[in-house]
Protein backbone atom coordinates (compact mmCIF):
# COMPACT_ATOMS: atom_id res chain seq x y z
CA UNK A 1 0.00 0.00 0.00
CA UNK A 2 1.24 3.45 -0.68
CA UNK A 3 1.82 5.82 1.79
CA UNK A 4 2.95 9.75 2.03
CA UNK A 5 4.88 10.95 5.47
CA UNK A 6 5.08 14.94 5.58
CA UNK A 7 7.58 14.80 8.96
CA UNK A 8 6.60 18.60 9.97
CA UNK A 9 3.62 19.59 11.02
CA UNK A 10 4.11 23.39 11.26
CA UNK A 11 6.91 25.63 10.15
CA UNK A 12 7.61 29.25 10.54
CA UNK A 13 9.28 31.30 8.27
CA UNK A 14 10.59 34.88 7.91
CA UNK A 15 9.55 36.42 4.62
CA UNK A 16 12.21 36.80 2.11
CA UNK A 17 14.01 33.46 3.62
CA UNK A 18 14.09 30.34 1.42
CA UNK A 19 11.28 27.58 2.27
CA UNK A 20 11.67 23.62 1.75
CA UNK A 21 9.15 21.21 2.62
CA UNK A 22 9.39 17.39 2.59
CA UNK A 23 7.86 14.72 2.11
CA UNK A 24 8.64 10.88 1.38
CA UNK A 25 5.91 8.50 0.13
CA UNK A 26 6.34 4.32 -0.20
CA UNK A 27 5.53 3.01 -3.41
CA UNK A 28 6.28 0.11 -4.74
CA UNK A 29 6.97 1.54 -8.31
CA UNK A 30 7.42 4.91 -10.12
CA UNK A 31 5.02 7.00 -8.38
CA UNK A 32 3.02 10.15 -9.61
CA UNK A 33 3.73 12.73 -7.31
CA UNK A 34 1.53 15.97 -6.24
CA UNK A 35 2.02 19.17 -4.55
CA UNK A 36 -1.14 21.38 -3.43
CA UNK A 37 -1.56 24.07 -1.44
CA UNK A 38 -4.70 25.37 0.70
CA UNK A 39 -4.47 28.88 1.83
CA UNK A 40 -7.28 29.85 4.48
CA UNK A 41 -10.86 29.42 3.13
CA UNK A 42 -9.59 27.59 -0.42
CA UNK A 43 -9.80 24.34 -1.87
CA UNK A 44 -6.94 22.54 -2.29
CA UNK A 45 -4.35 23.79 -5.20
CA UNK A 46 -2.08 21.97 -7.45
CA UNK A 47 1.05 23.63 -6.72
CA UNK A 48 3.06 20.79 -9.26
CA UNK A 49 3.30 17.35 -10.37
CA UNK A 50 6.10 14.37 -11.53
CA UNK A 51 5.54 11.96 -13.45
CA UNK A 52 8.25 11.09 -15.48
CA UNK A 53 11.56 12.46 -16.87
CA UNK A 54 12.87 15.41 -15.44
CA UNK A 55 13.57 14.95 -11.45
CA UNK A 56 13.75 18.60 -11.01
CA UNK A 57 9.87 19.67 -11.19
CA UNK A 58 8.78 23.68 -11.23
CA UNK A 59 5.53 24.77 -10.44
CA UNK A 60 3.26 28.26 -9.84
CA UNK A 61 4.18 31.02 -7.54
CA UNK A 62 7.75 30.12 -7.64
CA UNK A 63 7.88 26.69 -6.45
CA UNK A 64 9.65 23.55 -7.46
CA UNK A 65 10.16 20.01 -6.07
CA UNK A 66 13.12 17.29 -6.64
CA UNK A 67 12.27 14.05 -6.88
CA UNK A 68 14.66 11.46 -5.85
CA UNK A 69 14.17 7.69 -6.33
CA UNK A 70 17.26 6.42 -3.74
CA UNK A 71 15.72 8.68 -1.12
CA UNK A 72 12.02 8.42 -1.96
CA UNK A 73 11.51 12.15 -1.30
CA UNK A 74 9.79 14.61 -3.33
CA UNK A 75 10.80 18.11 -1.04
CA UNK A 76 9.01 21.14 -1.92
CA UNK A 77 11.39 24.36 -2.24
CA UNK A 78 10.94 28.29 -2.82
CA UNK A 79 13.62 30.37 -2.59
CA UNK A 80 12.03 33.71 -0.99
CA UNK A 81 9.25 33.18 0.69
CA UNK A 82 6.12 35.98 0.52
CA UNK A 83 3.56 36.52 3.17
CA UNK A 84 0.85 35.10 0.72
CA UNK A 85 2.38 31.35 1.06
CA UNK A 86 0.95 31.46 4.84
CA UNK A 87 -1.27 27.97 3.85
CA UNK A 88 -1.19 24.37 4.44
CA UNK A 89 0.58 21.95 1.97
CA UNK A 90 0.03 18.52 1.15
CA UNK A 91 2.02 15.75 -0.83
CA UNK A 92 0.39 13.54 -2.37
CA UNK A 93 0.49 9.80 -4.45
CA UNK A 94 -1.02 8.71 -6.85
CA UNK A 95 -0.82 5.13 -8.35
CA UNK A 96 -0.63 4.42 -12.30
CA UNK A 97 -3.41 2.75 -13.02
CA UNK A 98 -5.97 2.94 -15.92
CA UNK A 99 -9.44 5.14 -15.90
CA UNK A 100 -7.75 7.69 -13.02
CA UNK A 101 -6.21 7.47 -9.72
CA UNK A 102 -6.98 7.95 -6.03
CA UNK A 103 -4.35 9.76 -4.30
CA UNK A 104 -2.49 9.63 -0.86
CA UNK A 105 -2.01 12.20 0.94
CA UNK A 106 0.24 13.66 3.94
CA UNK A 107 -0.49 14.88 7.23
CA UNK A 108 0.31 18.13 5.88
CA UNK A 109 2.37 20.98 6.73
CA UNK A 110 1.28 24.50 7.78
CA UNK A 111 3.63 27.32 7.00
CA UNK A 112 3.76 30.01 8.75
CA UNK A 113 5.50 33.17 7.44
CA UNK A 114 6.91 35.96 9.90
CA UNK A 115 6.75 39.95 8.82
CA UNK B 1 -13.81 28.03 -17.03
CA UNK B 2 -15.22 27.61 -14.00
CA UNK B 3 -13.79 25.03 -11.32
CA UNK B 4 -15.19 22.34 -9.09
CA UNK B 5 -18.41 24.05 -6.65
CA UNK B 6 -19.20 22.25 -3.43
CA UNK B 7 -22.43 23.25 -1.76
CA UNK B 8 -22.89 23.68 1.35
CA UNK B 9 -19.58 25.44 2.26
CA UNK B 10 -20.48 23.95 5.77
CA UNK B 11 -23.38 22.33 7.63
CA UNK B 12 -24.00 21.86 11.11
CA UNK B 13 -26.08 18.72 12.54
CA UNK B 14 -27.49 16.71 15.20
CA UNK B 15 -26.06 13.39 15.39
CA UNK B 16 -28.45 11.38 14.22
CA UNK B 17 -29.95 13.57 11.19
CA UNK B 18 -29.22 12.74 7.32
CA UNK B 19 -26.99 15.62 5.68
CA UNK B 20 -26.54 15.80 1.85
CA UNK B 21 -23.64 17.20 0.19
CA UNK B 22 -23.02 17.86 -3.41
CA UNK B 23 -20.50 18.34 -5.79
CA UNK B 24 -20.46 19.97 -9.20
CA UNK B 25 -16.95 19.38 -11.44
CA UNK B 26 -15.35 21.31 -14.05
CA UNK B 27 -17.76 20.79 -17.00
CA UNK B 28 -16.04 17.98 -19.44
CA UNK B 29 -14.77 16.07 -16.34
CA UNK B 30 -15.41 11.96 -16.04
CA UNK B 31 -13.68 11.40 -13.27
CA UNK B 32 -15.06 12.53 -9.79
CA UNK B 33 -13.48 11.68 -6.61
CA UNK B 34 -14.90 12.39 -3.11
CA UNK B 35 -11.96 13.17 -0.04
CA UNK B 36 -12.87 13.81 3.79
CA UNK B 37 -10.63 15.24 6.05
CA UNK B 38 -11.50 14.29 9.94
CA UNK B 39 -9.80 16.76 11.86
CA UNK B 40 -5.96 16.09 12.74
CA UNK B 41 -5.63 13.60 10.43
CA UNK B 42 -4.97 13.06 6.67
CA UNK B 43 -7.11 13.86 3.98
CA UNK B 44 -8.59 10.20 3.08
CA UNK B 45 -10.13 8.98 -0.11
CA UNK B 46 -13.60 7.49 -0.40
CA UNK B 47 -14.56 7.02 -3.82
CA UNK B 48 -14.12 7.44 -7.42
CA UNK B 49 -16.87 7.94 -10.36
CA UNK B 50 -16.41 8.05 -14.13
CA UNK B 51 -19.08 9.39 -15.58
CA UNK B 52 -21.75 7.82 -14.11
CA UNK B 53 -20.44 4.48 -12.81
CA UNK B 54 -18.70 3.78 -9.46
CA UNK B 55 -15.36 3.29 -10.40
CA UNK B 56 -13.88 2.69 -6.65
CA UNK B 57 -15.39 2.58 -3.53
CA UNK B 58 -13.10 1.24 -1.19
CA UNK B 59 -12.85 4.20 0.94
CA UNK B 60 -16.35 4.53 1.65
CA UNK B 61 -16.11 4.16 5.62
CA UNK B 62 -19.00 1.94 5.85
CA UNK B 63 -23.02 1.90 5.21
CA UNK B 64 -23.99 4.82 6.15
CA UNK B 65 -22.73 6.69 3.48
CA UNK B 66 -24.29 6.82 0.31
CA UNK B 67 -22.65 8.38 -3.06
CA UNK B 68 -24.73 9.50 -6.26
CA UNK B 69 -23.81 10.64 -9.97
CA UNK B 70 -26.80 10.74 -12.13
CA UNK B 71 -26.37 11.45 -15.63
CA UNK B 72 -22.90 11.59 -15.24
CA UNK B 73 -23.03 15.24 -14.02
CA UNK B 74 -23.15 16.54 -10.18
CA UNK B 75 -22.45 14.24 -7.47
CA UNK B 76 -24.13 13.81 -3.79
CA UNK B 77 -22.53 12.18 -1.00
CA UNK B 78 -25.09 11.87 1.49
CA UNK B 79 -24.77 10.20 5.41
CA UNK B 80 -27.68 8.73 7.00
CA UNK B 81 -27.66 9.27 9.96
CA UNK B 82 -24.46 10.84 10.91
CA UNK B 83 -22.49 10.22 13.84
CA UNK B 84 -20.19 12.73 15.63
CA UNK B 85 -16.79 10.51 14.07
CA UNK B 86 -18.30 11.61 10.36
CA UNK B 87 -17.27 15.56 11.32
CA UNK B 88 -14.62 17.27 8.95
CA UNK B 89 -13.90 18.67 5.40
CA UNK B 90 -15.20 16.45 2.89
CA UNK B 91 -13.53 17.52 -0.71
CA UNK B 92 -14.57 16.48 -4.18
CA UNK B 93 -12.19 16.66 -6.99
CA UNK B 94 -12.81 16.02 -10.79
CA UNK B 95 -10.60 15.22 -13.74
CA UNK B 96 -10.22 14.54 -17.61
CA UNK B 97 -9.97 10.81 -18.70
CA UNK B 98 -6.27 9.94 -19.02
CA UNK B 99 -5.41 9.60 -22.50
CA UNK B 100 -3.26 6.97 -22.01
CA UNK B 101 -2.73 4.14 -18.61
CA UNK B 102 0.87 5.65 -18.53
CA UNK B 103 0.35 9.15 -17.53
CA UNK B 104 -1.97 10.31 -14.24
CA UNK B 105 -4.83 12.38 -13.97
CA UNK B 106 -4.29 15.48 -12.75
CA UNK B 107 -6.93 16.43 -9.83
CA UNK B 108 -8.59 19.48 -9.34
CA UNK B 109 -10.33 20.19 -6.08
CA UNK B 110 -13.52 22.11 -4.93
CA UNK B 111 -13.27 24.23 -1.55
CA UNK B 112 -14.79 21.40 0.39
CA UNK B 113 -17.49 21.10 2.84
CA UNK B 114 -16.85 21.55 6.50
CA UNK B 115 -19.72 19.17 8.56
CA UNK B 116 -19.72 19.10 11.94
CA UNK B 117 -22.04 17.07 13.90
CA UNK B 118 -23.05 17.75 17.37
Known amino acids: AQSVTQPDIHITVSEGASLELRCNYS??????LFWYVQSPGQGLQLLLK??????LVQGIKGFEAEFKRSQSSFNLRKPSVHWSDAAEYFCAVGARGAAGNKLTFGGGTRVLVKP | EAGVTQFPSHSVIEKGQTVTLRCDPI?????LYWYRRVMGKEIKFLLHFVKESKQDESGMPNNRFLAERTGGTYSTLKVQPAELEDSGVYFCASSQMKETSEYSDTQYFGPGTRLTVL
Open chain 1, 27 to 32: YGATPY
Open chain 2, 27 to 31: SGHDN
Open chain 1, 50 to 55: YFSGDT
